[in-house]
């Protein structure tokens, strides 16, 4: 397909597409959530479309133009928390990376750049988020609670909900970094996908496709993982260890994740 746009305007629309979306994802609230995710897919096409450098040049150039509209903290939690993925896949795809390979070095990126932004909340601006997000969920709930006891629910009733869900929400607070491996997942598939329709459209290469699902295969590491996270589990929770607890149940959900999606795999290789 004949392209007769020049490469310094299609990389200032895709520049365009990608602030758009960071700007919808800080003002508006439902769509905005999904916008979110989609920051990174203008970016990864530079990137290919035009060479790293170039590609690098969007993500700086769109994290400029969206501090002038969002301030400068906003704008560097979205180039973090998702174009920094966008940049990566679009480089793994410029080395010709397999697509195994492209995902989890994508994802990895990801990943980090989750964690560098939260650092940066937490360390550089003094906010803690895990308080932050226990603070929002109670609110969320007290508010709910205070709708059903002004529809006439039993008050006992409520405050045995309340004691039943204080345990739950303090439990949230320990797996933060479980939830922010779960956005950097969600993000990379959401960009590798995305990427691979819009590559399909505007015919660009794109390299080889996933293994099948059954022939999905994880090393035995995760086995042994899951047996360490029962033990540093016991030990934090028994002598009041925060960190061993924290870095325990994080993993042993990870673990606990990734046999999951095994079984499922092996199970539909047995299923015709």
Not at 109 to 138: H, P, W
Not at 231 to 251: A, E, M
């Amino acid at each position: 397909m004949r392209n007769n746009i020049s490469p310094t305007v299609e990389g200032g629309l895709l520049v365009a597409i990608s602030v758009l979306l960071g700007l919808a994802a800080v003002y508006l609230p439902i769509i905005g959530i999904v916008a979110e995710f989609f920051c990174a897919v203008p970016i990864t096409i530079v990137t290919v479309r035009h060479g790293m450098r170039n590609g690098f040049m969007a993500l700086s150039i769109s994290y400029i133009l969206l501090s002038i509209f969002t301030g400068v903290v906003t704008a560097l939690t979205i180039s973090l928390s998702f174009g920094v993925g966008g940049f990566v896949l679009g480089c793994c795809f410029v080395k010709n990376f397999g697509a195994v390979k492209s995902f989890t070095a994508t994802f990895a990126a990801s990943f980090v750049a989750q964690i560098l932004s939260v650092g940066f909340f937490m360390f550089v601006m003094g906010i803690d988020i895990a308080e932050d997000e226990m603070s929002m969920l109670r609110d969320s709930f007290n508010e709910s609670f205070a709708m059903y006891e002004s529809m006439g629910v039993d008050k006992a009733t409520i405050d045995e909900a309340k004691r039943q869900v204080e345990p739950a929400l303090e439990l949230v607070k320990f797996l933060i970094p479980t939830i922010l491996l779960l956005t950097s997942l969600v993000a990379t598939a959401i960009c590798y996908y995305t990427t691979k329709l819009i590559f399909k459209k505007i015919r660009l290469p794109f390299p080889d496709s996933m293994p099948p699902f059954n022939e999905w295969r994880f090393p035995v590491f995760f086995l042994y993982l899951a047996a360490f996270s029962f033990i540093g589990l016991y030990w934090g929770g028994t002598r009041h260890l925060d960190l061993l607890y924290t870095v325990s149940i994080n993993s042993l959900v990870f673990a606990m994740g990734a046999g999951l999606i095994q079984g499922f795999s092996l199970l539909s290789g047995h299923i015709r």
